[in-house]
Each structure stands twice: as structure tokens, then as C-alpha cells.
């Protein structure tokens, strides 16, 4: 223990000042995060430095010691469009709640039990928690973990339902069961070099690459992408790399479907009055697909000059069926909630949505659901990025903010800025 201590004050990313005592360690450092205060209202203020402790009350009786979790001081943590959803009030999230689940982060000090990380370590952390233990943890479904919240199967940090865990859109943050979570970058300086492309494999690569999967994306196939958001964009990246002979993005942001275009995509603009169907006719030679992914979620808006400016929370889903090849298969990464207080009406508060599921049945359609598993595909995904195969950096437009303008970022981003608002709290990252 001594020796990680000594390793954690000499990294030139540490900042604070540390003491022994026995064998655990005392800090005295300071750490700030971005809170949720209310709807459209988030602020950055002094927060707790993490300990390697499981509070108690979340998902065990009584205070204890973490020792299989680390502290990471954070590197890079992003803003979400999931953030989004909790921070327009369209979740059931308290205010006082520390966001944020994207993150990768320098590991400076590690609990008794972790073996294989280390101090020094620069890692990127999945948005999921997973203990590595449980019978889906074993099966690969890492995002419905049956030990780390005890409200549901399934856990991450700093989100509505999910566990209670402290966010990472802090200076520093707590990982549990770090040899199991984390994924270290094999090279420092290389990872540095490639930063804003590897701070995305902490969700929304591997989110948007699985919602291919589940769409039964292959060389050679039509896929369409609902939504030229940071997802819908980094989906577009997982078809590209998965040998997609078309990709097709729609969205009514012409910012973000000028994004889309910037590396090779066709578009649909749905708010022309022109339907979908017909749009793809125009690229395809045929109305249909042979993939279609969801990357928009609960929050859909109608199609056409009017209707893209009413919510219709089962447009997406609908549109996916009907241009979706009979016996295809529709992923859907995009978030749907079972509580949104600020939704058009009754049913939609409680997640129920008129989704014509009977013409999903006719056609013999599957539908891929849930969090993505992001320890299944993060390490692929991050040799597809240090060999050059993907360049999130650009094709996302990953735009470098500090911690005190995380305010400004989530601001923008609700207005539909056509970037992946990334946040740099130590200014580690070169401009």
C-alpha cells in the first residue's frame, strides 16, 4: 500500500497532498463535479473526494470498506445525450445528484484486493458497473449486473436508477471492482495521442457498435440510423466498420446531418415533408432497408415541415418498422424510460407508447433492447481506433470544454450543437 502511495503523489497528474497512516491512506485534496440542481439547471460545486468505501443504504447494509475499487482522477469525462434526458427534467432524478457515466481517468490509488490495475494506469471506465460475478455477469450481460443496484438489475455512474453511484463529471471519482471494469490502454503517450477518439469508449462507441450488432449489421448491408446525435453519429462509425454498403442517417438537424455526410453517411432530413420511405427510394432505388437502429429514444419527434416540432415518442420505433426489411432486425441503444414526468401524455409518463408492435409482428422483425454490454466490444473497439480504422475525434466532433464550462456544454448540446461536448477537468488534454 505504501508503494501505491508513493506511486500516486510522483504522477504528474496528481495534485493534492496525501499522508500514510498504517496502511491506509489519508487525503487531503479537494474535487468539484457538475450537480444536477433541477430541470435545465446544473452547476459546478465542491464535492466530496472520493474514498474507497460502499456507502451504506444503496446496495448493502452498512458502511464498508471498497476494496476491490480504485480512484481514478479523471482524464476525461463526456457529456451525454442520456445526461440530457435527467437534466430537461424528463426523468424522475433528484436534485443534488453528481452527473455524468462517461469516463477514463489515471488511476491513483488502489484498494487492498485489485491485482492487476495500477497506480498510474490510464483507463477507460464502462459506463456500466458489473461486478464480475453474478450469473449475467458470467453470460456477458454486464449491463443488467445482478449485485450493484437494488432496484433493478443493471448499474452506472451518476444515473437516475441506477445504484445511487457517484458521477464521473468530477475531478475525481470511485471505481468498484476495478479489475473487472476497467480497460487499460496499453501505451500512455499513444492513448494521449488518440484521447478524444478513446474517451468515447466509455459508452457511445460501444453503444452505437452494438446497436449494429442487434440490427445484424454485416458487409454489405443497408443500414438506416435514426438520429445524427453523438450516438446516431458513433453508429454510423460501427456500421462503417462492420462493412455496411450503405449507411443511411436521419435527423432534422442539418448541422448534424452535414456531420453525418462529412465521412461518407447519405441522409434523410425528416423534416421535409417528404416521408422516409421515399428518401431512401431516392438513394436506395427501393424503400426499404436491410438494418435499422434506433439512436434516438424516448424523445422522438414527429416527421414533416410540423410535425418534427411535436414530440411523438413512438415516431422512431414506427419509422424503423415500416422501412426495415421483412425478417429484419431493428437495435435500439436509443434510451426509453418506465418514468418521464415531463411527457405529452398520461401513458407516456410510465413508458407506455404507441408503438404499432403488429407491424413489427407481421414482418417478422427482431428488436434488440437495453444497455450496451461495453465490456463485450471495448477493447475491439479500442485497437479499431489506435490503428486508425475510425476517427471518432472528427466524425463526432469531440469539442474539449473545461469543468466550469460544463454548464454552457449541457446548454448547447440541448440546442442541438452537432459536437460530443468532452470534459477536460485537469486540463490534461492538448488542445
Known sequence: MFARAALARSSPLFKGTWTTACSSQVRHASN??????????????????????????????????????????????????????MVRGRTTASAGMVLGHEITGEVIECGDDVEFIKTGDLCSVPFNIACGRCDLCKAGHTGVCLNVNPARPGAAYGYVDMGGWVGG????????????????????????????????????????????????????????????????????????????????????????????????????????????????????????????????????????????????????????????????????PGLYVTGDPGATDEAAKTGNISARIGLGWAKSLSFGTGQCPVMKYHKQLMNAILYDKVDLEKWCNVTMISLDEAPQGYADFDKGAAKKFVIDPHGSVSA
Request: hydrophobic content about 40%.
Open 32 to 85: 468539484r463535479g457538475v450537480i444536477f440542481m433541477g430541470p435545465n439547471d446544473v452547476e459546478v460545486q465542491d464535492i466530496e473526494f472520493p474514498k474507497l468505501e460502499l456507502a451504506a443504504g444503496e446496495f448493502n447494509p452498512r458502511l464498508r470498506k471498497c476494496n476491490h475499487g480504485v480512484i481514478l482522477k479523471v482524464t476525461t469525462t463526456n457529456i451525454c445525450g442520456s445526461d440530457q434526458h
Open 169 to 332: 463529471q468530477a475531478e475525481y471519482v470511485m471505481v468498484p471492482y476495478a479489475d473487472w471494469n476497467l480497460l487499460k490502454f496499453p501505451d500512455r503517450d499513444q492513448a494521449m495521442e488518440k484521447i478524444k477518439s478513446l474517451t468515447l469508449l466509455s459508452d457511445i462507441f460501444p453503444t452505437g457498435y452494438h446497436g449494429c450488432i442487434q440490427a445484424g449489421v454485416q458487409p454489405g448491408k443497408t443500414v438506416y440510423i435514426a438520429g445524427a446525435g453523438p450516438v446516431g453519429l458513433a453508429a454510423a462509425a460501427g456500421a462503417k466498420l462492420l462493412g455496411a454498403a450503405v449507411v443511411i442517417v436521419g435527423d432534422y438537424n442539418h448541422e448534424r446531418l452535414a456531420q453525418a455526410r462529412s465521412f461518407g453517411c447519405e441522409t434523410v432530413d425528416i423534416g421535409l415533408d417528404s416521408p422516409v420511405p421515399d428518401q431512401i427510394a431516392g438513394i436506395l432505388g427501393e424503400p426499404m432497408v436491410d438494418c435499422a437502429v434506433d439512436a434516438v429514444g424516448f424523445e422522438a419527434r414527429g416527421c414533416g415541415c410540423s410535425g418534427h416540432q411535436v414530440e411523438q415518442p413512438a415516431q422512431v420505433l414506427n419509422d424503423c418498422m415500416e422501412i426495415t426489411k421483412a425478417g429484419g432486425s431493428i437495435g435500439i
